[in-house]
């Protein structure tokens, strides 16, 4: 189950794959610790497949109630190392929340956030031709200091949150890797000067200087080849890239054109040499006169909002080919793009947005409190995200919050004012390439893009509220003010970055929720859609759109599919609307 690589972007050719069964129990009453369970996986006495949470029907275990302790248990053989010297690495994906781990009754580490990867070097803990003992204890508490996203951290569901994901949701796997090796590496491509910029962080600084060699690679022909000497943790360098095609930039990735370049660094230094094999896109994004450019052409944004749940399996999808159909029916149906709403999302399904081209808005899970531990909780997860997820070209752009979200008060405080600004800056030094949107919604403080949200369900009283825009930049929509006190719109392209949110569902009973009143039929349903967006395209400063939402979730029902992907509409009639 979930066999693929986890990292198509930073994958070491020698690991093996811990996804399947492994032993489970809760530990309500918190017990285990004294009890010793990281020492014997004897009183987990349940099965769960992993990587899907307890919650999830996929996990075998269904349970969706309140268990904020949790213990999981497998034995494994140990990775049959490729060189003398190679060490042992334990990897997770993400484990959601707090995770303890221990290896044969050894301490190993733990961390904390629930949708950021992590990894310990096992290497002195492990019994070479033995079965060996993995312990991962994990606490996830309904508590509004992390940040949760969709989420919800009540009994029941409500309004557009969700059910929970407590627990291992994403891969965990082994790899090797050598006593000096590349720890993060982060690639900027530059349009101007044909070029792409690499730098690389090692795990340690090295005791004799190393050598770091590039190959890129395109459609199997090498593109260039460099080496540079490492003789600190941080290494920078600049390659240029050849063309063969003097006339068409043919090579530059968009949504209609996703070329890649693969690349491959190895780290030869005291120890062995470390590989890794990823690839970027030569891509730009920006802003000129107030206008977004992609690849320096003017870039009509049609997103399309995305919660990323399954049924059956809530936050991980069941299997890569459910990333795949997902892009594939938002492109076959007009979309340009997706706004991946409050979730830090697999990396899989960033690979196959590079891959198959669609624009991604990167969002952050919000926290939903305001306070010393709430914000360095979101501070780090947002570290954390960016430094995994800086390479794939389809991320365009990132949203460190949503309506006001965890800074309810921003309109009129200032600390909360300065915190969101901070954080804009804060990415700026992560990641300058792309563009903010900092308090996407309303109530904006300095951001790159004015993003605003607007859920009139009548497409005339849309068309109404966007005739005089200079108006509306100075006043509201929504019932909320679009910038913060103290704060004005200054030119920035103007996005309408939610809309819509049409209620349509055939099951007349059911606890049915949207943004708007339903409608009970496809035509009534269609007419809706054509007319908002109508009424958006007529409006020449309104640079792109964001639909909600991709499909039903739950007791939302305002997708353009449902739940299990089955299209409300023919697939041609919402292309239709939405690639006007």
């Known amino acids: 189950m979930r066999g693929q690589h986890p990292r198509p972007d930073f994958r070491r050719s020698h690991w093996q794959n811990l996804n ?9 009453d918190d017990l285990g610790i ?7 996986a004897a009183h987990l006495e349940r099965d769960i497949l ?4 307890h919650q999830s029907a996929l996990s075998g275990i269904d349970d969706g109630t309140y268990h904020p302790i949790l213990w999981y248990g497998r034995r494994f053989e140990s990775l049959r190392l490729a060189t003398a010297t190679g060490r042992t690495f334990l990897c997770f994906g993400a484990v959601d929340y707090r995770a303890e781990v221990w290896v044969n009754g050894v301490y190993i580490g733990s961390h904390q956030g629930g949708y950021t990867p992590f990894s310990f070097d096992v290497t002195p803990a492990l019994k070479s031709g033995e079965d060996n003992l993995l312990v991962v204890r994990v606490e996830d508490y309904h508590d509004c200091d992390q940040p949760r996203g969709k989420q919800y951290w009540k009994e029941s569901n409500d309004r557009c949150w969700y059910t929970p994901s407590s627990g291992i949701w994403q891969t965990v796997w082994l790899e090797e890797r050598a006593p000096l090796h590349v720890q ?21 600084h090295p005791s004799s200087p190393a050598t770091c060699a590039v190959e890129i690679t395109r459609e199997g022909r090498c593109v260039q080849k460099a080496t540079i000497q490492a003789h600190r943790r941080s290494i920078e360098w600049e390659v240029p890239l050849l063309e063969d095609d003097y006339i068409d930039e043919v090579h530059y990735w968009s949504p209609e054109h996703p070329n890649l370049y693969e690349v491959s660094f190895s780290l030869e230094g005291a120890g062995g040499t470390d590989t890794i ?7 730009s994004i920006a802003i000129v006169d107030g206008q977004i450019l992609l690849n320096n052409k003017p870039f009509y944004q049609k997103l399309i909002l995305h919660q990323g749940y399954w049924e059956g399996s809530l936050l991980t999808a069941a299997s890569d080919e459910a990333y795949v159909q997902d892009i594939t029916l938002i492109k076959q149906m007009g979309f340009n793009g997706v706004r991946l709403h409050q979730k830090i999302e697999d990396p899989r399904f960033y690979y196959w947005a590079d891959t198959l081209g669609l624009v991604v808005w990167a969002e952050m899970p ?3 409190a305001f306070n010393p531990v709430a914000n360095k909780n979101l501070l780090d997860d947002l570290r954390q995200f960016i430094e995994r997820d800086r390479n794939h070209p389809s991320i365009i752009c990132w949203v460190p919050f949503n309506e006001s979200w965890g800074i309810r008060n921003i309109y009129a405080n200032k600390e909360q004012q300065n915190f969101a600004q901070m954080v804009y800056q804060y990415i700026k030094v992560l990641d300058p390439s792309r563009l903010i949107s900092t308090n996407d919604g309303w109530e904006q403080v300095e951001s790159d893009i004015c993003a605003i949200h607007d859920y009139q369900s009548d497409g005339t009283r849309l068309g109404e509220l966007f005739k005089d825009l200079d108006a509306l930049l100075r006043s509201s929509a929504q019932g909320r003010m679009i910038y913060a006190s103290g704060h004005s719109y200054t030119g920035q392209p103007i996005l309408i ?4 949110g049409v209620a349509f569902s055939g099951d007349l009973e059911g606890v049915n929720w949207g943004y708007s009143e339903s409608v009970g039929s496809q035509e009534e349903f269609l007419a809706r859609l054509k007319d908002l967006v109508t009424a958006l395209r007529e409006e020449p400063r309104i640079q792109g759109y964001c639909y909600t939402q991709f499909s039903d979730v739950m007791q939302e029902v305002n997708g353009l599919v449902t739940i299990d992907r089955k299209p409300k509409c023919a697939i041609e009639d919402l292309k239709r609307i939405f690639s006007s």
Not at 50 to 53: A, E, I, K, L, T
């Open 20 to 28: 399947g069964v492994w032993q489970f129990g809760f530990d309500d």
């Open 34 to 40: 004294d009890a010793r369970w990281f020492a014997d």
């Open 50 to 53: 992993v990587p899907f949470v």
């Open 184 to 204: 993060s590496i982060a690639m900027t491509p530059n349009l101007a000067n044909s070029s792409i910029k690499i730098e690389a962080q090692l795990n340690k």
């Open 277 to 283: 094999t990823s690839y970027f896109g030569m891509r």
């Open 366 to 368: 919000s926290t939903y």
């Open 497 to 500: 970055t939610e809309f819509g």
